[in-house]
Each structure stands twice: as C-alpha cells, then as structure tokens.
C-alpha cells in the first residue's frame, strides 16, 4: 500500500467525521509562514487526543512540547469552563506563534504556556498536579525523565499518552545509534517496568508517514 493511498484515507475520514475547521487550518498556515516544522499531529490524530480528553473527563491537562499549539487547541476545547491546558515548549519562537494561534481559535483562557526545557518546568508544577490526561511530545532523548514526571504528576486514573514511538519501525532495533529511538526504547523499557501503569501502544500510518503512539492509564 503506497503513502499516497494513505494520505486519501486520512483525508476521507477528516471530511466525513472531523469536517472543515478554519480555524485550526489557519493555526498551521501560521505555523508554516514562520517556518515552524510540521512535526503537528494529523487532525484525526489532534481529534483522538480531543475525544480521549472527553472520555476521561479532563479538566486538567498537561502537555510537553506545544510547537505551534495545533495539539494544545485540540485538547483545550475538550475540556470543560474552568478547564486548563497546561503546556510546555522550549522555544520562545514556538510559543509565541502559539499563542497567537491559540486565541485565534478562541481558546486562550484554557491555555498556559510555560517557556523553557520541560525538565525545569515539570517540578515547578507539583502544585498544579494531579493531572487527568498527559500528553508527551517533545524531545524523545527526554522521554524517560517526562515519564517519571507524569507519573509524579499523576493520580489513579490519569492517562499517559506518548507519542511518535514507532519512528517507521526503528523502535524494535536494540543496536540503534539514534537518540530519539534509544529514548523512545527506554520510555517503553519504563512503562513495561512501571506497575502503576496498565498500557498499550498503536501503530498508525497516515498523511505522517508510519509512527504510533503508548496509551497508558495509571492504576
Ligand atoms: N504537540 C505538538 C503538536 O502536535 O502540535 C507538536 C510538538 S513537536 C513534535 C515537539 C516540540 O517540543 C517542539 O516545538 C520543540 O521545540 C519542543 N521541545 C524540544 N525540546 C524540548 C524541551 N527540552 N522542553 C520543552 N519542549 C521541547
């Protein structure tokens, strides 16, 4: 099966059950103007985020890595008044786009950036904690020391989501030099230690090629 099959696929279902959205097509027109990567999810990836957020009820979320806040938005308008995303991005660039992209969708007053390397960030957000839904999606050297903080930052019942573990089938290479794969190993090493945690991970291919993501609910 060819990616362009793929790509028709994800296409078709976006039209059928997500539908037009200005506003969230506007975020990465924004977002590629000023030469952000489109390491975004997919929109039926951004909306499975949106409907896992619905599903356990989020009122609080965290996210680590917001590029252009095309996930963040997602999030935020699953969440109900009085609801927070709280999300945290290293590069003063990709805030700022964010931001701006982030109340033209309308949903500013459900969304704090935090600027800086999310290790520094994480501790400082023990009295936000508990969190009902995290979403990880950074830098995947770090996604050992995210995990930990998650967990930290969670209680019985939160969802750990992780993102791009599958890096087109490089995961399964226990000689690989590549520091995202060798996170990315470590990350699911950790979930399969972790007795706290009960998960799973999904292959998915799509308009960005072939990845997946851990879901994970702690107990
Ligand atoms: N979640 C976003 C979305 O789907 O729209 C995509 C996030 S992108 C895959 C990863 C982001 O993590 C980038 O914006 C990058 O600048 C940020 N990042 C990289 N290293 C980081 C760090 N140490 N702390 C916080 N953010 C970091």
Known sequence: QSEEQWREVDAYMAQKLIGA????????????????????VAINQGKLLNLFAQMCGARMVLEIGTLGGYSTIWLAR?????????????????????R???????????VEIIVGAAADSLPKLQDRAPF?????????????????????????GTV???????????????QSEDANVI????????????????ATALQTVGSKGWDGFTLAIVR
Not at 78 to 98: D, F
């Open 21 to 40: 959205d200005p506003l969230l097509d506007a975020a990465l027109q924004r977002n590629s103007e000023a030469g952000l990567p489109a390491h975004d």
């Open 78 to 98: 699953a969440l109900p008044e009085g609801g927070k995303v709280i999300t945290l991005e290293y590069s003063e660039k990709h805030a700022e786009i964010a």
């Open 100 to 110: 701006r992209n982030i109340e033209a969708a309308g949903v500013g007053d459900k």
């Open 132 to 156: 009902d839904l995290i979403f990880i999606d950074a830098d995947k050297p770090n996604n050992p020391v995210y995990l930990e903080w998650a967990l930290k930052l969670a209680r019985k």
């Open 160 to 174: 750990i989501i992780g993102d791009n573990v599958v890096r087109n089938g490089a995961v399964t290479d226990p």
């Open 183 to 198: 996170g990315v190993r470590r990350f699911i090493d950790m979930i399969e230690a972790e007795p706290r945690l009960d």
